[in-house]
């Protein structure tokens, strides 16, 4: 159902690979709510998804580009800017990728090469992101933009691996970018640190699936879905949040407050 | 404007006393939003404010309540629900007050009678709030319950005195009757962690001038006004927002994450 | 082992009930460590607990005080400082109850005269007892003085019922009279965090047994026993910790911060 | 003063430049406490600095190593076991540097290059020390392992630029690396979120001298030196702290926790 919140604004979602991601949810619901922008992934990600099929549902244009690659992020902003007509009032950055995790290496085992490699993906893209908008006065003021993040950043999941040290920095990120961004031109920058989410990425680490029943069963409203992550994201970009800013959000039905549960203590008795 | 975000949705709004309260803004912007609800305050207050001519404006019944009295509380939800034509989806607690501080006692000096009274009235107010419209089973499944608190509960703010340790009792109500509604019902409970705002109430801390002016200057995107926090318990009130829960949620234009400002610093050199 | 530590040091313990309290293994160490001081405990207490044998033991007096008694404490703290031969340098403050959980009252069912009574025993005690210590001028500059809590004050485990409530009251205090205490007389103020110990105060809890299991589980070093602790507290009261004021220090095995374990994981696989 | 709380204690202390240094006084001081160790730095800094009149005052052996090269880390980590005749009990790490901060370049204006190079200096190269550790089986159980932090890892202080990243990263690796090895071998890891220090490292950062000063002021205890911070990690190091793991342990007079003080207020009236 359409509220029309954001009528008239204009963004970039990087992410969305496949109808299981978060970012795709978020592209059908903007869209619903009246925003136009553009979608992006990396070129290879792109050869994987079926991004064109949500570009044709949403009326929105594909600009590829490697979120590391600070050449190809000026071609992404400048293009997508050209093609919505003005600057931006929204980015949505949905990604990240542990080199070590896909290859097996545990946490105490990295190699190091692949820490650098993830971080840049995960984390210092973000910064690449907004460094670059900034630097083409892309965003309009009172412009909102998201990553999204995991409680790993605040406590240890053993097989989340270097993404928990991922995930800190580009917190990090969000606060000290958010800083200046603001006091430049009144812009906000959030993280929202989303329930364990049964997409791509996260199917691809090891023990996801009891990881997912631990988190359902510690979380009294049960795992936030991409949906309602989706739903929260719109809000977040709508003009009733304008105030807030360099904060990591929790949309994660109350686990990151919960220290044990009824259902979970029983399993110790 | 409105999106029609709580279409069909019924509440209780505490705290309303005059043009200048968080809770009045709340309430013309829930109306907008296409909200019904009964406004409510001490009986005491009411007599001092204009909560009347908010009832006007926004078709609202006004029940004066003793929010420290379980039985005011029984009289209020009960009557809410039959004025309404049914359970409710939403309440604010805006209710705060600092007997130690109305009668310049410093924090080192207090009386323990007021020190008691004061949190009744500013904490366990909202406890009686929750346990009674449990008991009353007077919520919808989803609905969110909101309490306005502020970030001396985590960090000293040393003329805001004993109302600090009265809004971390308020955090942790909302933390833990939050898990019981999240399990039993599927309602959602959170504090919004706002910007020092100049009402009736916070005219009364001394130095409060000097305060907001240090806060401002602390803040990328200034002090959250009144306004911007009414927007922001919409959008916590509304089906965006479902699975936040048990969370402390700073509406603060960045204050919460910022160690310093250029602004800030410039003054000790 | 003693490295003379806390040599000279003079102090009062609240709170040793029996071999089981921390507070008693505190007094064995900081004796150990060379320091002297009063052990208190309720009069109500002192007649269940063994409380003498440990005075005689440690050389020390025993000054019965009803800690919510600001009369008893002036006369416990005057007491002390005369017994000892000057102003304090340490006071362990290990106290806590709630009547709601005695009584088998649910968070959700409170009783608002037991829920009072347990704040003032549990929380507002330690403003009690440090009111007085200043008013009375009763600490030497750099003195140390702490609080047991429990991580119940930030998370939600359900059975600890409103002593949460009770400790994020006790840990505020902590923050808000650390500040005054430090500006006035540099005396610094901490909580500590501790792991579920088994002391007679725990094993009242219901279900305390899973608890310590699940959190022995959930902890990379196991559960902090009660010797642990009162090392930890002993380092708090040296000289090696002066500028550490205004915490909260999880003592806990890295409880805090680990989100799951390979074993917790295991038992939803 | 000894208390031969370090005594037969081994370690690595990282980052000893000068008298200014923190690693330097904690070197002294766990000499006197009884620790044996091996001092280590970065060649290129060893010859600015005056590591060998430390080594000559406190007995020890130096042994360069570029900390973000495993392969020094091997021979540095193999070479002080057998220098010290067994596994170690402590290390300290002391390593900071951003080379965009060096270089005049602002934190919207990366040079991600340099990004690179002072994540790896500053906080990768604590994961390259345990993970080293680890593979050589180096640490004794109950070892204690400290980096020094700062609280722009949790707050913008806008000049720190990308070493509140790197801190951000930092802490995370301590909790992180924390689990495995509490887990594995009962060796605890730490942050210790030190009060801004006059150090060669700190002076170089732009308006020190302005942020020396907020920051004194914004303390209860005023700023914690490096004297003191050197004394926490000699109880850090003891095993009157054994069971405190994963923390970040803010060493700050009371900074952290402190929103304002009447000091800092005035300026604003």
Redesign the interface.
């Known amino acids: 159902m359409s ?3 954001l009528k008239g604004k204009r963004g970039i979602i990087f992410g969305a690979l496949n109808e299981q991601s978060i970012a795709w949810k978020v592209a059908e619901k903007a869209h619903e709510q009246g925003a136009t922008f553009v979608l992006t992934n990396a070129p290879i990600a792109m050869r994987m998804g079926e991004i064109n099929d949500l570009a044709e549902k949403t009326g929105s244009k594909v600009i590829p580009a490697d979120a590391t690659s ?1 050449e190809d992020l000026e071609t992404l902003i400048s293009g997508a800017m050209e093609e919505l007509g003005g600057p931006l009032d929204f980015i949505l950055h949905s990604i990240g990728m542990s080199v070590n995790v896909r290859k097996g290496r545990h ?4 190699n ?1 090469d692949f ?2 490699k993830g ?2 993906v995960s984390a ?1 893209s973000f ?2 992101v ?2 670059t908008a ?2 083409l006065d892309a965003m309009n003021e009172w412009g909102s933009i998201l990553a999204l993040s995991y ?8 097989d989340y691996n ?1 993404m ?2 991922n ?3 580009l ?3 969000a ?10 031109k ?1 812009v ?1 920058v959030n993280t929202i640190s989303q ?1 364990p989410t049964m997409t791509t990425a996260g199917s691809g680490v090891k ?1 996801f ?3 997912i ?2 988190s359902e ?1 510690m979380s ?2 049960g795992n ?1 879905d991409g949906d ?2 989706a ?2 994201c ?2 977040m970009f ?10 990591n ?6 686990f ?7 259902e ?6």
């Open positions: 509220n029309n919140l600070v946490y105490t085992d990295e190091y820490t650098m971080l840049d210092l910064h690449k907004m460094q900034m630097k409680i790993a950043a605040q406590r240890v999941f053993p270097d928990a040290d995930k800190a920095y917190e990090s990120i606060r000290s970018f958010g800083y200046h961004y603001g006091e430049k009144k906000r329930s023990g699936n009891e990881f029943s631990f069963k009294p409203l936030a309602a992550c739903d929260y719109v809000a709508s003009d009733l949040t304008k105030y807030v800013t360099m904060q959000l929790y949309h994660d039905g109350g990151s407050n919960t220290g044990v549960t009824q979970v203590i029983e399993k110790f008795s």
